[in-house]
């Protein structure tokens, strides 16, 4: 009996895949390597390349390997780009969402942990934000992931099915191992990108808005590291599997740390003074968006290891090392 998780040669779904054979699962990974590779899982895992949306390819995975619980990780995530491709994204994201459970109901699937994110809020009314705010994202992206959200608790509904949806906010670090992390091109959060500045690898950082209505003007994000991400996630599938109820959970850390602070972590944590230029803000950027946690304390037995700011950044820059060096090589 394995554990499915599509999307795990990705970044989070590659250390689900770790802290899942860690708890002693099998697991199969469904992954179409749009984004994520091969050398991001241990060799002994089956990865199925293909599409969510190959019903027979689903079917199959999915009978072979006697799978009862689907961690569902496979997405499109940049905010930008969904605002120029909304059908990409809701194709990518929303429709593909929909062939996965209805191959989970079809095949008899049992438990479904679903990555949302912090964009279904937009711009929240109360800070931190707690899940049972009036949701109202601002992108096609937020969008693509609260229809998402919407489907799984209607299918639940009728089917059956049980669910724990997990609201990320700023997901960052590395596996402390070194084993994987953040290694997508494209990718265009705040901490990889001022490690990659760091290390010579992009000449600048641009700080996008310094005129918020926050402490020091710069934008303010809950960031979480990626393993204790995947822990919840793990914790999830335990509350599941003992008969929980189904969950919508809001996953960070409940403390905000400002773009201006970010970068003085890595200049701290890297001992380099990298190049910064004070940018217009950027579109579509909340002003701070802060979990308010009460509900996964109280509804998770999860206990984040890595709640430390110039940790998760010393994890990126040891990765971005690791991965410089790969790409080299
Ligand atoms: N940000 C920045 N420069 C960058 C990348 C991000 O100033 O090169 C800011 C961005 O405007 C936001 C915060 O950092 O205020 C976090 O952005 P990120 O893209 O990491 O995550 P998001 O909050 O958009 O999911």
């Not at 795990?8 to 749009?34: K, P, T």
């Not at 899982?41 to 995975?61: E, H, S, W």
């Not at 209607?154 to 990320?168: E, N």
């Amino acid at each position: 009996m394995s554990v499915l998780v599509t999307g795990g040669a990705g970044y989070i779904g590659s250390h689900m895949v770790l802290a899942l054979r860690e708890q002693g699962e099998e697991v199969v990974v469904l992954d179409n390597l749009s984004t994520g590779f091969r050398w991001a899982l241990p060799a002994d895992v089956p990865l199925v390349t293909g599409d969510l949306a190959d019903d027979a390819l689903v079917d199959k995975t999915i009978k072979d390997h006697g799978v009862k619980s689907i961690a569902h990780f496979a997405a499109k995530i940049v905010v930008p780009e969904s605002v120029a491709d909304p059908l990409g994204y809701y194709l990518g994201n929303t429709v593909r969402t929909r062939s996965l459970l209805a191959s989970a109901v079809r095949n008899g699937v049992e438990n479904f942990i679903f990555s949302s994110t912090a964009a279904v809020y937009g711009n929240p009314p109360v800070m931190p934000v707690p899940e049972d705010v009036p949701l109202q994202p601002v992108s096609p992206y937020g969008r693509s992931k609260l229809m998402s959200e919407w489907m799984l608790q209607d299918t639940a509904f009728a089917h059956g099915l049980k669910y724990v949806v997990l609201r990320y906010f700023n997901v960052a670090g590395a596996d402390p191992g070194g084993r994987t992390g953040q290694s997508t091109p494209a990718a265009t959060h705040l901490i990889k990108v001022a490690c990659q500045a760091a290390l010579g690898l992009r000449p600048q950082l641009e700080v996008f808005g310094t005129d918020y209505d926050t402490p020091d003007g710069s934008c303010l994000r809950d960031y979480i590291q990626v393993s204790d991400l995947a822990q919840a996630h793990v914790a999830a599938l335990a509350h599941l599997r003992a008969g929980g109820d189904n969950l919508t959970l809001n996953c960070g850390y409940g403390r905000g740390y400002s773009v201006l602070e970010v970068v003085e972590a890595v200049k701290r944590v890297s001992g380099i003074d990298i190049p910064v230029v004070l940018s217009p803000r950027r579109p579509g950027d909340p002003a701070a968006i802060v979990a308010e946690v009460a509900r996964i304390k109280a509804t998770l037995d999860w206990n984040p290891q890595f709640q430390n700011l110039d940790m998760i950044v010393s994890q990126a820059l040891a990765w971005e090392k690791r991965l410089a060096n790969h790409q080299a090589a």
